[in-house]
């Protein structure tokens, strides 16, 4: 429909325009480390889509036969599957380097941190995915007009400004920024529709490990020589406690 085109001009933009900039300000090889980290992050996009895909036209039958239980089972699917991208998230970053060191020159290797902030924009965009159930439902597609046009100018904005002061790690760092604005607007006008009673602390607990996951990832800690152990026990320990957690929300679907 006709407003759902500036949403995917807006999508497009915010997704390419970021490259444009790097090339420009960075020089074509730097695009071309940016690039490579935009396709290993890209790995997790098939994730959130092979599950996205099978579950949206579930949750739009379940809609129109009982609103009650589709809201219910998008609530227990939208933390289920948080922690599924979110260990997903760590797991490519951390064992991201080692695996790209050996396939490809170092020189083209780009550093964790644009792998981790790429590869966490699909943890929002599976969550957005999730919740625009509820605005095509009821045909609310202006909010995904609005949404996209704000994601793009944020991003664009931000790259614009920063990337020749910073350089292209910025580019990931806006991809995450305008993901997560984008998500909460469609998130926002969903729980409005629905009157919606999401579970903050839950999302905030799981975004706090994420943020120290992350955080213990960069940390020179972990290039002593025992660094590959150091991953392992922390990508199993947040597996176990998210595994954990997903059986306790699997219980809860009928």
Same mark, same amino acid.
């Given at each position: 429909?006709?407003? +759902?085109?500036?949403?995917? =001009?807006?999508?497009?933009?915010? %997704?390419? !325009?970021?490259? *444009? #900039? @790097?090339?420009?300000?960075?020089?074509?090889?730097?695009?071309?480390?940016?690039?490579?980290?935009?396709?290993?992050?890209?790995?997790?996009?098939?994730?959130?889509?092979?599950?996205?895909?099978?579950?949206?036209?579930?949750?739009?039958?379940?809609?129109?036969?009982?609103?009650?239980?589709?809201?219910?089972?998008?609530?227990?699917?939208?933390?289920?599957?948080?922690?599924?991208?979110?260990?997903?998230?760590?797991?490519?970053?951390?064992?991201?380097?080692?695996?790209?060191?050996?396939?490809?020159?170092?020189?083209?290797?780009?550093?964790?941190?644009?792998?981790?902030? +790429?590869?966490?924009?699909? =943890?929002?965009?599976?969550?957005? %995915?999730? !919740?625009?159930? *509820? #605005? @095509?439902?009821?045909?609310?597609?202006?909010?995904?007009?609005?949404?996209?046009?704000?994601?793009?100018?944020?991003?664009?904005?931000?790259?614009?400004?920063?990337?020749?002061?910073?350089?292209?790690?910025?580019?990931?760092?806006?991809?995450?920024?305008?993901?997560?604005?984008?998500?909460?607007?469609?998130?926002?006008?969903?729980?409005?529709?629905?009157?919606?009673?999401?579970?903050?602390?839950?999302?905030?607990?799981?975004?706090?490990?994420?943020?120290?996951?992350?955080?213990?990832?960069?940390?020179?800690?972990?290039?002593?020589?025992?660094?590959?152990?150091?991953? +392992?026990?922390?990508?199993?320990?947040?597996?176990?406690?998210?595994?954990?957690?997903?059986?306790? #929300?699997?219980?809860?679907?009928?």
């Amino acid at each position: 429909s006709l407003p +759902l085109l500036p949403n995917s =001009i807006s999508l497009w933009l915010s %997704r390419t !325009f970021d490259r *444009i #900039l @790097i090339s420009y300000y960075c020089g074509t090889a730097i695009a071309g480390v940016y690039s490579t980290a935009v396709q290993v992050s890209f790995v997790l996009y098939f994730i959130q889509d092979s599950v996205t895909q099978a579950f949206g036209p579930m949750q739009i039958r379940l809609f129109i036969q009982n609103k009650v239980e589709a809201v219910r089972c998008l609530k227990i699917m939208s933390k289920i599957f948080y922690i599924i991208m979110l260990v997903s998230v760590v797991f490519l970053s951390s064992f991201c380097k080692e695996i790209m060191n050996f396939v490809l020159d170092e020189k083209f290797v780009p550093p964790v941190i644009v792998v981790a902030l +790429l590869s966490s924009v699909y =943890i929002y965009q599976a969550q957005y %995915r999730l !919740f625009s159930d *509820i #605005l @095509i439902y009821h045909k609310k597609n202006k909010y995904f007009m609005y949404a996209g046009i704000i994601q793009a100018v944020i991003s664009l904005l931000i790259n614009i400004v920063f990337i020749p002061k910073y350089g292209y790690v910025v580019a990931g760092w806006s991809s995450l920024i305008a993901v997560m604005l984008y998500t909460l607007i469609i998130a926002y006008y969903s729980v409005k529709i629905e009157n919606l009673s999401l579970d903050y602390s839950f999302y905030i607990k799981y975004t706090l490990i994420l943020m120290l996951a992350l955080f213990l990832l960069l940390n020179p800690l972990f290039n002593m020589d025992m660094h590959i152990l150091l991953k +392992l026990l922390l990508v199993s320990g947040i597996l176990v406690f998210g595994i954990r957690d997903v059986f306790k #929300l699997k219980k809860n679907i009928v």
